[in-house]
């Protein structure tokens, strides 16, 4: 199982990134699809997720702004940003959680919003 992140990087706040995410060795059609973050010195946490079905659920920081979607013909979980903030510099990893409830990782893509 394998899933790759791309799409970090710098920009100016206001600024928009999209983020993607392919993954390999996996059904993809059967899990649910999110995007944590980490900044420095702080824990990981949800920022979206997106079920088998298409529902999306989104961190209260990020509604409004961030979209998740997926392409399941891909493989691939998108996050798009917009508006974005210092403060949300992270490192951004995507997960899949599968039907039996594995859990999966990418490496991780930075982004770095500077003000």
């Known amino acids: 199982v394998q899933l790759q992140a791309s799409g970090g990087g710098v920009v100016q706040a206001g600024g928009s990134l999209r983020l993607s995410c392919v993954a390999s060795?996996?059904?993809?059609?059967?899990?649910?699809l999110a995007w944590y973050r980490q900044a420095p010195g702080k824990q990981r946490e949800l920022v979206a997720r997106?079920?088998?079905?298409?529902?999306?659920n989104y961190a209260d920081s990020v509604k409004g702004r961030f979209t998740i979607s997926r392409d399941n013909a891909k493989n691939t979980v998108y996050l798009q940003l917009n508006s974005l903030q210092p403060e949300d510099t992270a490192i951004y990893y995507c997960?899949?959680?599968?039907?039996?409830?594995?859990?999966?990782w990418g490496q991780g893509t930075l982004v770095t919003v500077s003000s």
């Open positions: 997960n899949f959680l599968s039907i039996t409830s594995r859990d999966y």
């Open positions: 060795g996996v059904i993809f059609t059967l899990g649910a």
């Open positions: 997106i079920t088998n079905s298409g529902n999306t």
